[in-house]
């Protein structure tokens, strides 16, 4: 597969928490399986105050952050932020960086081409 690289086993993932962290390219990433069996792959640090997703919990399709219960889903986009109003929107603006994955023969692979294209600093931090 042309910019693909193998990150992972489909085994590494089959256990309680299905999550790891990966480095590619020099950015810090995680990897885990939601619900419904799809892959996603991250940024490894939550943009709120960096806390680490690798510590977060794996619900909703997502993960959310152990620090202040930020919820992100598989593409990287904030979904929830608890401490929020009912009715703000201010989570539509908030994601981490995201890197297509797909899953072939057992295998696991992250699209390299992504991971160099991003320019290594998060979304700014609201």
């Avoid at 792959?41 to 943009?47: E, S, Y």
Wanted: proline share 8%; aromatic share 6%; glycine share 10%.
């Amino acid at each position: 597969m042309e910019n693909w690289v193998r990150i992972a086993a489909s085994a590494d993932l089959d256990r309680p928490r299905p999550l790891i962290p990966v480095t590619l390219a020099g950015k810090r990433l995680v990897l885990f399986r939601d619900e419904t069996g799809a892959l996603g792959l991250i940024g490894r640090n939550c943009p709120h105050r960096g806390a680490d997703l690798c510590y977060g919990r794996l619900e909703n399709n997502g993960l959310r952050c152990p620090f202040h219960g930020w919820h992100f889903d598989r593409t990287g986009q904030c979904v929830e932020q608890p401490a929020e109003p009912e009715g703000s929107k201010m989570h539509e603006q908030i994601r981490v960086p995201m890197i297509p994955v797909r899953e072939t023969n057992g295998e696991i692979y992250a699209q390299i081409g992504a991971a160099l294209a991003q320019t290594g600093s998060e979304e700014a931090r609201p």
